[in-house]
Antibody
Framework: QVQLVQSGVEGKKPGASVKVSCKAS????????IHWVRQAPGQGLEWMGW????????KYEQKFQGRVSMTRDTSISTVSMELNRLTSDDTAVYFC???????????????WGQGTLVTVSS | DIQMTQSPSSLSASVGDRVTFTCRAS??????LNWYQQKPGKAPKLLIY???TLQSGVPSRFSGGGSGTEFTLTINSLQPEDSATYYC?????????FGQGTKLEIK
């Protein structure tokens, strides 16, 4: 069965960077886009971008441009999302999620990781 | 960017009731509209995609409709386990924006 398992809780200071990983299993890793979505405490869902694990190509929400990097390691079926220059506004649960159909990013998000809490505080 | 606006922001209803939520897009998104259910501390769960297609395993009391800029999610015969926050999301074009959510409370 499809599983996305994310790395654990992170606590960071303002100005630091965080890297959250998402390990995929149960399907052909390279065939499906992975998206990142975050949720600040008590707030709604915010789409951050996607990565194409086959090519490594990425698309980021403009507000994160220059501060976010999504990468993949096909040898371990893992994608990672690194966010730099953290502020308290980046305190959130970060989710990875997968489309149901191969090769297309503009689809619903069918499979989700369990979420990773990132807390930014001095 | 396409803005998604949900209404109401919260709703209280009783077991057995029928409720309808609305999601409006700032421009036409054809039928590229998805609905998710999220319970506290959990990842969102896909309920409906392309406006009206029920995701496998989702109870048939959930239904979706609409096209263009206005969409609805209806839950017939509310059950206690339907207490959650419901989000719409457009997958017409990036950024794939979400609505702000509708919190459903079961009395």
């Amino acid at each position: 069965q499809v599983q996305l398992v994310q790395s654990g809780v992170e606590g960071k200071k303002p100005g630091a960077s965080v890297k959250v990983s998402c390990k995929a299993s149960g399907y052909t890793f390279s065939d499906y886009f992975i998206h990142w979505v975050r949720q600040a405490p008590g707030q709604g869902l915010e789409w951050m971008g996607w990565i194409n694990p086959k090519s490594g190509g990425t698309k980021y929400e403009q507000k994160f441009q220059g501060r976010v990097s999504m990468t993949r390691d096909t040898s371990i079926s893992t994608v990672s999302m690194e966010l730099n220059r953290l502020t308290s506004d980046d305190t959130a649960v970060y989710f990875c999620a997968r489309n149901p159909a191969p090769g297309v990013p503009n689809d619903p998000l069918e499979y989700w990781g369990q979420g990773t809490l990132v807390t930014v505080s001095s | 960017d396409i803005q998604m606006t949900q209404s109401p922001s919260s709703l209280s209803a009783s077991v057995g009731d029928r409720v309808t939520f609305t999601c409006r897009a700032s421009q036409s998104i054809s039928r590229h509209l998805n609905w998710y259910q999220q319970k506290p501390g959990k990842a969102p769960k896909l309920l409906i995609y392309v406006a009206s297609t029920l995701q496998s395993g989702v109870p048939s009391r959930f239904s979706g409709g609409g096209s263009g800029t206005e969409f609805t999610l209806t839950i017939n015969s509310l059950q206690p386990e339907d207490s959650a926050t419901y989000y719409c999301q457009q997958s017409y074009g990036d950024p794939y924006t979400f609505g702000q959510g509708t919190k459903l409370e079961i009395k």
